[in-house]
T-cell receptor, first 111, second 114 residues
Framework: AQSVTQLGSHVSVSEGALVLLRCNYS??????LFWYVQYPNQGLQLLLK??????LVKGINGFEAEFKKSETSFHLTKPSAHMSDAAEYFC?????????FGTGTRLQVFP | DAGVIQSPRHEVTEMGQEVTLRCKPI?????LFWYRQTMMRGLELLIY????????DSGMPEDRFSAKMPNASFSTLKIQPSEPRDSAVYFC????????????FGQGTRLTVV
C-alpha cells in the first residue's frame, strides 16, 4: 500500500530563513508525488507535483521539491520564508486514481 | 471554470438529523473525491468516483454515511443520522482521473453536530 510520512507536525522559521518540510513515501511502484498547501479556512491548493520527469520540481510561490529515490524522499524547500507562507502543507502520493495524504505540517513564520 | 463548488460552506445540525453535503466538480473532470478533515485524523479519503461510478468506498466510516453521483456534474454525501463525532470539514475534489494529475479541491463544508 502507498503512504507518505511527514516528519514534524509543526515547523517554525524566521522570515527570510530556509524552509524545509520533510516527506518520505512508501510505494511499490514509481509514485507520483504532490505537495499541497492549505491556508486557514480554505481548501487545498497544489504547490507542485512530481511525475517522473525532472527530479527537481519547481512550484508556485518559490517552493521546490527534490525526488530522491534512494532516500524515498520528496522534501519541500524554499530558500527564504515569507510571512505569507504560514499555512499547513500536505505531501501526497498517487499511482492510481486517488491521492493519499500525509498528516500535514503546520509552518509558522516569525518576523 | 469556477472550480469545485461545495455547499453549504457551514452546517450546524442537531444529533440525529440528516445532513446532505453537495459538490459540483470541475467540468470535464472524470474523478470525484470526498475527504474528511479533523484535527485528530487529518485528511481521510472517504470515497471516490470515476465516471460517476463509486470505485473505492473503503474509507466511509460506517453505514450512516452514503454518497451518490447521479451525473457528471453533481455529487452528494449524506450522513443519517448524524452524530457529534461527525463534526469535521468535508472536502470535495475532482481530477481528470489519471493518477498523475492533481486533484482540485473545493472550499469545504464545515459540519458541526451538536
Amino acid at each position: 500500500a502507498q503512504s507518505v510520512t511527514q516528519l514534524g507536525s509543526h515547523v517554525s522559521v524566521s522570515e527570510g530563513a530556509l524552509v524545509l518540510l520533510r516527506c518520505n513515501y512508501s510505494s511499490s511502484v514509481p509514485p507520483y508525488l504532490f505537495w499541497y498547501v492549505q491556508y486557514p479556512n480554505q481548501g487545498l491548493q497544489l504547490l507542485l507535483k512530481y511525475t517522473s520527469a525532472a527530479t527537481l520540481v519547481k512550484g508556485i510561490n518559490g517552493f521546490e521539491a527534490e525526488f530522491k529515490k534512494s532516500e524515498t524522499s520528496f522534501h519541500l524547500t524554499k530558500p527564504s520564508a515569507h510571512m505569507s507562507d504560514a499555512a499547513e502543507y500536505f505531501c501526497a502520493v498517487s499511482n492510481t486514481d486517488k491521492l493519499i495524504f500525509g498528516t500535514g505540517t503546520r509552518l509558522q513564520v516569525f518576523p | 471554470d469556477a472550480g469545485v463548488i461545495q455547499s453549504p460552506r457551514h452546517e450546524v445540525t442537531e444529533m440525529g438529523q440528516e445532513v446532505t453535503l453537495r459538490c459540483k466538480p470541475i467540468s470535464g473532470h472524470n474523478s470525484l473525491f470526498w475527504y474528511r478533515q479533523t484535527m485528530m485524523r487529518g485528511l481521510e479519503l472517504l470515497i471516490y468516483f470515476n465516471n460517476n461510478v463509486p470505485i473505492d468506498d473503503s474509507g466511509m466510516p460506517e453505514d450512516r454515511f452514503s454518497a451518490k453521483m447521479p451525473n457528471a456534474s453533481f455529487s452528494t454525501l449524506k450522513i443519517q443520522p448524524s452524530e457529534p463525532r461527525d463534526s469535521a470539514v468535508y472536502f470535495c475534489a475532482s481530477s481528470l482521473g489519471e493518477g498523475y494529475t492533481e486533484a482540485f479541491f473545493g472550499q469545504g463544508t464545515r459540519l458541526t453536530v451538536v
